[in-house]
Nanobody
């Protein structure tokens, strides 16, 4: 089984920074995508940033220039550095890992970590 454990959430003032971490354990295929999603109350879960094992990254328009996703493949860990945080960034942040193998799609989620940005 695959487990994802997130850490690093908390309460921060607008303009501040936080760094989220997500450590994956278990049988993880090395050619995978790791991503961060977020979900605010009353909203759908949305993709924040994605990183592929080959090094490609992508971001939601709302976080470009402020957030940076990175990963340590040797540790199966993905990070999200969040700078210049805004109140609208307040949400539960979820780590996601997925890959395709043997014609099947595998996808796993972390339990979520709360980020609250005060104005």
């Amino acid at each position: 089984q695959v487990q994802l454990v997130e850490s690093g959430g908390g309460l921060v003032q607008a303009g501040g920074s936080l760094r989220l971490s997500c450590a994956a354990s278990g049988s993880i295929f090395r050619d995978n995508n790791m991503a961060w999603y977020r979900q605010a109350p009353g909203n759908e879960r949305e993709l924040v940033a994605r990183s592929t094992s080959s090094g490609s990254v992508s971001y939601a328009d709302s976080v470009k220039g402020r957030f940076t996703i990175s990963r340590d493949n040797a540790k199966n860990t993905v990070y999200l550095q969040m700078n210049n945080l805004k109140p609208e960034d307040t949400a539960a942040y979820y780590c996601n890992v997925q890959w395709r193998r043997w014609g099947q799609r595998f996808e796993y989620w972390g339990q979520g970590t709360q980020v609250t940005v005060s104005s």
